[in-house]
Nanobody
Framework: QVQLVESGGGLVQPGGSLRLSCAAR???????????VAWYRQAPGKERELVAS???????DYADSVKGRFTISRDNSRKTVYLQMVNLKPDDTGVYYC???????WGQGTQVTVAA
């Protein structure tokens, strides 16, 4: 059974940094490697929104609100996708989820809180 396990969330001050990880388990590399992986976030009282995505060919896309501050990358040998976040703002607060697109799998989420 395919599982996505997120980690790396926490409490950080405005201007701080975090690196989120999304590890895929129970999936072979020939299925994982070509699939697009995306990070979404959901703030309290708001809809889930796309933050960043990376294709099997390593093309990336970002929400306008995070461009220049967030970087998505993948290590196919570890079947892991990362989201490096710098210069965090209070508006970045929320639960961050990763999604394996073609396999239609979601992780359980990791909480990111940006507050003084």
């Amino acid at each position: 059974q395919v599982q996505l396990v997120e980690s790396g969330g926490g409490l950080v001050q405005p201007g701080g940094s975090l690196r989120l990880s999304c590890a895929a388990r129970g999936i072979i590399t020939s299925v994982f490697n070509p699939d697009t992986v995306a990070w979404y976030r959901q703030a309290p009282g708001k809809e889930r929104e796309l933050v960043a995505s990376i294709t099997g060919g390593r093309s990336t896309d970002y929400a306008d609100s995070v461009k220049g501050r967030f970087t998505i990358s993948r290590d196919n040998s570890r079947k892991t996708v990362y989201l490096q976040m710098v210069n965090l703002k209070p508006d970045d607060t929320g639960v961050y989820y990763c999604n394996l697109q073609q396999a239609d799998k979601w992780g359980q989420g990791t909480q990111v809180t940006v507050a003084a």
